[in-house]
């Protein structure tokens, strides 16, 4: 398994980032992201536990079910399927206060389902820097979106 970390420091508090983060369709702001949709809402909250959301990135097709919420501090989600397939063990976003602005970290663990560990370990190589300029640029579309209000509001899923 291969684990991929962007961590970042964003100058907007951190409710308004947790709720950026926690609607993926705000991620199709984002030139790497091409549509996310809700398929199915939180038990408790929208975008809380429970909740499947779509993603069709540049990198692939993702089916996610959102696995803990603790809002304002995080979520943790698991990729149910994907294309190209993938082996995912979990990802996460958490969110703290850092100097007057809000630190993210975004993990993901997986691997591509191939025969021999040392394809893997070459296609992780290959394609983890792609994943992590995907998370980047997502995390840059949050940070401008955040510094200017008129453009960071959100609404429940519709």
């Keep these: 398994m291969h684990t991929i970390?962007?961590?970042?420091?964003?100058?907007?508090?951190?409710?308004?980032?947790?709720?950026?983060?926690?609607?993926?369709?705000?991620?199709?702001?984002?030139?790497?992201?091409?549509?996310?949709?809700?398929?199915?809402l939180g038990d408790d909250a929208p975008y809380g536990v429970g909740a499947v959301r779509i993603h069709l990135w540049?990198?692939?097709?993702?089916?996610e079910r959102v696995t803990a919420y603790n809002p304002p501090y995080g979520f943790d989600y698991l990729v149910e399927r994907s294309f190209p397939p993938a082996r995912h063990e979990g990802g996460s976003m958490t969110f703290t206060e850092a100097g007057?602005?809000?630190?993210?970290?975004?993990?993901?663990?997986?691997e591509l389902p191939l025969p021999f560990p040392?394809?893997?370990?070459?296609?992780?190589?290959?394609?983890?820097?792609?994943?992590?300029?995907?998370?980047?640029t997502i995390?840059?579309?949050?940070e401008a979106a955040l510094a200017d209000p008129r453009s960071a509001a959100t609404s429940p899923p519709g």
């Design 58 to 63: 540049l990198i692939g097709w993702f089916r």
């Design 5 to 40: 970390t962007v961590d970042r420091v964003i100058a907007a508090p951190i409710g308004e980032v947790f709720d950026w983060f926690a609607d993926s369709r705000n991620y199709a702001r984002s030139r790497f992201v091409l549509r996310n949709r809700w398929a199915r």
């Design 139 to 142: 995390v840059d579309t949050a």
């Design 118 to 136: 040392a394809l893997n370990a070459a296609a992780m190589k290959l394609f983890g820097p792609v994943i992590a300029k995907a998370f980047g």
């Design 100 to 110: 007057g602005g809000t630190r993210i970290v975004w993990s993901t663990t997986s």
